[in-house]
T-cell receptor, first 113, second 113 residues
């Protein structure tokens, strides 16, 4: 399945954090979502291969995501704020000839103090 | 902008009952619709995916229906069990499946033993 690391991260306001997502090996699409308490996940960015095909949900100033080799992706948040506290979820899918069903990882819980 | 609403927000029923969870969406131009289950503090587990051309999908005790023209989907759970207790999320995909999913806030389900 999809794996994410770390599972939990506690940091102080102003610090940088980096999360890793390892998708299902044959999947060419990778998504990042953010979920706050009591809400559904909110789309951040999606990669097809190495390129970001849609980053419309990604806050532009402090959030950065890459997928340099078309498999593992990292999401970096610079100068964290308390409002960044959330569950960060990664998903992957295989569109070619398929139905684009998305499979999610266990998530990374970020707490900003 | 697509909006997804789930009713009810919470539901508590005795074990053994059949139940229906509702999902509505504002833009009928969807590619697919997925139902997920989320246990507390965990990632999402995909339950069923319905393509826009389909009317329903079944998996075990679960049946999901889709009425795209009216912007509605239902998830039917037969013979509920305490292990079914979780939050159930509905999500729609649009634009040929290229976009991220748009989620509802979920229905928090408790099955009383």
């Amino acid at each position: 399945g999809v794996s994410q690391d770390p599972r939990h991260k506690i940091t102080k306001r102003g610090q940088n954090v980096t999360f890793r997502c390892d998708p299902i090996s044959e999947h060419n699409r990778l998504y990042w979502y953010r979920q706050t308490l009591g809400q559904g996940p909110e789309f951040l960015i999606y990669f097809q291969g190495t390129g970001a095909a849609d980053d419309s949900g990604l806050p532009k100033d402090r959030f950065f995501a890459v997928r340099p080799e078309g498999s593992v992706s990292t999401l970096k948040i610079q100068r964290t704020e308390q409002g960044d506290s959330a569950m960060y979820l990664c998903a992957s899918s295989w569109k070619r000839g398929g139905n684009n069903e998305q499979f999610f990882g266990p998530g990374t819980r970020l707490t900003v103090l | 902008k697509q909006e997804v609403t789930q009713i009810p927000a919470a539901l508590s029923v005795p074990e053994g009952e059949n139940l229906v969870l509702n999902c509505s969406f504002t833009d009928s131009a969807i590619y697919n619709l997925q139902w997920f289950r989320q246990d507390p503090g965990k990632g999402l587990t995909s339950l069923l995916l319905i393509q826009s051309s389909q009317r329903e999908q079944t998996s075990g005790r679960l049946n999901a229906s889709l009425d795209k023209s009216s912007g509605r989907s239902t998830l039917y759970i037969a013979a509920s069990q305490p292990g079914d207790s979780a939050t159930y999320l509905c999500a729609v995909g649009a634009r040929g499946g290229a976009d991220g999913l748009t989620f509802g806030k979920g229905t928090h389900l408790i099955i009383q033993p």
